[in-house]
């Protein structure tokens, strides 16, 4: 059963951070508490989490529609907000591809605001907190600078 402030947080945030994972898997439990741990922050209010199990097959159907999301480096995370007029949700579009040399560049999505984790040996399957929370903050960046 869902506590009342989260449920109050899930019909007012305005982004939805969505974990793409595994059941078992330990890099998923890890991208998902970090994520977690990060909204319960104070501040955070603006996004909720929330975890698609891609060996469901609605999960398998969301990871699809996503469209960009490598299979091969899961668990990946991607940033939804609201479509306007309907109770639905969206991935948010990057304005321009991140840079390779960028702090967490290897682990970001192109098309999309999100993270993809990477398993080569200067990643070492681990996406960082702080890149996390760079990669929100980002989307904040991007509404404030849409809006003023």
């Known amino acids: 059963m869902k506590k009342p402030a989260e449920e109050e947080k899930r019909m007012t945030a305005?982004?939805?951070?969505?974990?793409?994972?595994?059941?078992?898997?330990?890099k998923c439990g890890v991208l998902?508490?970090?994520?977690?741990s990060l909204l319960a922050e104070t501040g955070w209010d603006d996004?909720?989490?929330a975890y698609i199990d891609v060996e469901t097959e609605d999960g398998l159907v969301a990871f699809c529609r996503a469209e960009c999301i490598?299979?091969?480096?899961?668990?990946?995370?991607?940033?939804?907000?609201?479509a306007p007029?309907?109770?639905?949700?969206?991935?948010?579009?990057?304005p321009a591809p991140p840079a390779p040399e960028e702090r967490g560049g290897s682990?970001?999505?192109?098309?999309?605001?999100g993270l993809q984790t990477d398993y080569s040996?200067?990643?070492?399957?681990?996406?960082?907190?702080?890149?996390?929370?760079?990669e929100l903050e980002?989307?904040?960046?991007?509404?404030?600078s849409a809006e003023g």
């Open 121 to 134: 040996e200067a990643g070492r399957g681990v996406i960082p907190p702080e890149v996390i929370r760079s």
């Open 32 to 36: 998902r508490r970090r994520l977690e």
């Open 138 to 144: 980002a989307v904040r960046r991007l509404r404030a």
């Open 14 to 26: 305005m982004w939805r951070a969505v974990v793409f994972g595994k059941p078992g898997c330990p």
């Open 107 to 113: 682990l970001r999505l192109y098309v999309y605001f």
């Open 70 to 82: 490598n299979p091969n480096r899961l668990p990946a995370l991607l940033i939804m907000e609201r």
């Open 85 to 94: 007029g309907l109770d639905s949700w969206r991935p948010v579009e990057r």
């Open 47 to 49: 996004f909720e989490p």
